[in-house]
Nanobody, 120 residues
Framework: QVQLVESGGGLVQAGGSLRLSCIAS????????MEWYRQAPGKQRELVAG???????TYADSAKGRFTISRDNLRNTVYLQMNKVKSEDTGVYYC??????????????WGQGTQVTVSS
């Protein structure tokens, strides 16, 4: 099966930076879109940023100008560089892969999440 493993979360002060990584493992031929979602306490999971295989990016308004998503297609890895973080960035960040072509049956996969806590 395809597995997504996130890393890089932790405690950071407001105004600081953090870099999240997500590696997809398994027999993977290609991944069309890789995304980062955030789920804050008591709130629904929301899209933070996404990037296509061709490198086209999309950002939530709250992330524009502060976060940068990038990917390494050869390593099936996606990154989220978070700068000038704010307390409202606190939450569990999930990696999502969509349009996955692999040796297995599924096409969409989620990681287990990594906690980001911003202290003021």
């Amino acid at each position: 099966q395809v597995q997504l493993v996130e890393s890089g979360g932790g405690l950071v002060q407001a105004g600081g930076s953090l870099r999240l990584s997500c590696i997809a493992s398994g027999t993977i031929f290609s991944i069309e879109t890789m995304e980062w979602y955030r789920q804050a306490p008591g709130k629904q999971r929301e899209l933070v940023a996404g990037i296509t295989f061709a490198g086209i990016t999309t950002y939530a308004d709250s992330a524009k100008g502060r976060f940068t998503i990038s990917r390494d297609n050869l390593r099936n890895t996606v990154y989220l560089q978070m700068n000038k973080v704010k307390s409202e960035d606190t939450g569990v960040y999930y990696c999502h892969a969509a349009g996955v072509h692999s040796a297995y049956g599924g096409t969409n996969y989620w990681g287990q999440g990594t906690q980001v806590t911003v202290s003021s």
